[in-house]
């Protein structure tokens, strides 16, 4: 690289980069852990109200409370799988300026993320499926009771009496059959749409069956570029042993010639001398 090229900052151009994909992939690890931490926590929420359900403490507002945190969490289990999908293909874009060492260990740490988000989508998917199942239960409880009450209605009604305390039950039972109709069709479309996310989830699975496999077999590959890396390392220093040691013994082979040759000519300078 010339000197122009320093004063121009081309040669800090890969330090930038850098810089900025820490920071970038750092934030996305982070919500990613953020929102896994979340779901979790709907989680823990969901089962207390799904443990209300059918007592004494199953009011609208308890139904409307699990909606909303099953809904919640549904939408988070969405953006994180996005979020795993991007961090997994996010080492594609940045092979260049990261080397064998910290490619290994992103790799790692969204192995993580995703076996940790897969274990609370599989929790919440189970919380899921008891919340359909208390839901059939309390639907066929309140089908039960409106049998009941229809049949006390139809009961007063061949009686023929026209006492106002008989009219004023029959109202009554009306008022009640007509709320657990309505009650059962808000539970039926609850399961319907519990029945509708858990096959969703399903699909999420299978991405992310795909995403950890891929994740795995790119650990793979970079630990076998490291031992490919090492083992090279080990035979070229072999070659520079075996190049050194054969350097060492033509330098000693050299000078016993020169000592050879030197004394051959002392002895031949010695005769002449003599003669």
Same mark, same amino acid.
């Given at each position: 690289?010339?000197?122009? /090229?320093?004063?121009?900052?081309?040669?800090?151009?890969?330090?930038? /980069?850098?810089?900025?994909?820490?920071?970038?992939?750092?934030?996305?690890?982070?919500?990613?852990?953020?929102?896994?931490?979340h779901?979790?926590?709907?989680?823990?929420?969901?089962?207390?109200?799904?443990?209300?359900?059918?007592?004494p403490?199953?009011?609208?507002?308890?139904r409307?409370?699990l909606h909303?945190?099953?809904?919640?969490?549904?939408?988070l289990?969405?953006?994180?799988?996005?979020?795993?999908?991007?961090?997994?293909?996010y @080492?594609?874009?940045t092979v260049?300026?990261?080397? @064998?060492?910290?490619?290994?260990?992103?790799?790692?740490?969204?192995?993580?993320?995703?076996? /940790?988000f897969?274990?609370?989508a599989?929790?919440?998917?189970?919380?899921?499926?008891?919340?359909a199942?208390?839901?059939?239960e309390?639907?066929?409880?309140?089908k /039960?009771i409106t049998?009941r009450?229809?049949?006390?209605?139809?009961?007063n009604?061949?009686?023929?009496?026209?006492?106002q305390?008989?009219?004023?039950q029959s109202?009554?039972?009306? @008022?009640?059959?007509?709320?657990n109709?309505?009650?059962?069709s808000?539970?039926?479309a609850?399961i319907?749409?519990?029945?509708?996310?858990i096959?969703?989830?399903?699909?999420?699975?299978?991405?992310?069956d795909?995403?950890?496999?891929?994740?795995?077999s790119?650990?793979?590959?970079?630990y076998?570029?490291?031992? &490919?890396?090492a083992?090279?390392?080990?035979?070229?220093?072999d070659e520079l042993?075996?190049?050194?040691?054969?350097?060492?013994?033509?330098?000693? &082979?050299?000078c016993?010639?020169?000592?050879?040759?030197?004394?051959?000519?002392?002895?031949?300078?010695?005769?002449?001398?003599?003669?």
């Amino acid at each position: 690289m010339s000197f122009n /090229d320093l004063e121009q900052g081309l040669g800090s151009t890969n330090v930038i /980069d850098a810089d900025e994909d820490s920071v970038q992939y750092k934030q996305l690890t982070q919500r990613i852990a953020q929102q896994i931490f979340h779901i979790n926590g709907n989680i823990s929420s969901m089962e207390r109200l799904i443990g209300l359900l059918s007592g004494p403490r199953d009011t609208s507002e308890t139904r409307s409370s699990l909606h909303d945190v099953t809904e919640a969490t549904r939408d988070l289990i969405k953006s994180t799988t996005q979020d795993l999908k991007s961090l997994s293909t996010y @080492n594609q874009n940045t092979v260049n300026i990261l080397d @064998n060492k910290q490619i290994r260990q992103r790799k790692l740490e969204q192995q993580k993320l995703s076996k /940790d988000f897969q274990k609370v989508a599989t929790a919440f998917q189970k919380a899921q499926r008891i919340s359909a199942n208390k839901q059939r239960e309390c639907i066929n409880q309140s089908k /039960d009771i409106t049998v009941r009450q229809l049949d006390t209605l139809h009961s007063n009604e061949e009686q023929q009496q026209q006492q106002q305390q008989q009219q004023m039950q029959s109202n009554a039972l009306d @008022n009640e059959i007509e709320y657990n109709e309505l009650l059962i069709s808000e539970r039926e479309a609850e399961i319907q749409n519990i029945e509708d996310g858990i096959v969703e989830l399903n699909e999420i699975f299978r991405n992310m069956d795909l995403i950890v496999n891929e994740q795995e077999s790119g650990i793979q590959s970079i630990y076998g570029n490291i031992l &490919s890396v090492a083992q090279n390392t080990k035979q070229a220093a072999d070659e520079l042993m075996v190049a050194d040691r054969y350097y060492r013994n033509a330098r000693r &082979s050299m000078c016993w010639f020169m000592l050879i040759i030197t004394i051959v000519g002392i002895l031949i300078a010695l005769i002449l001398v003599i003669a």
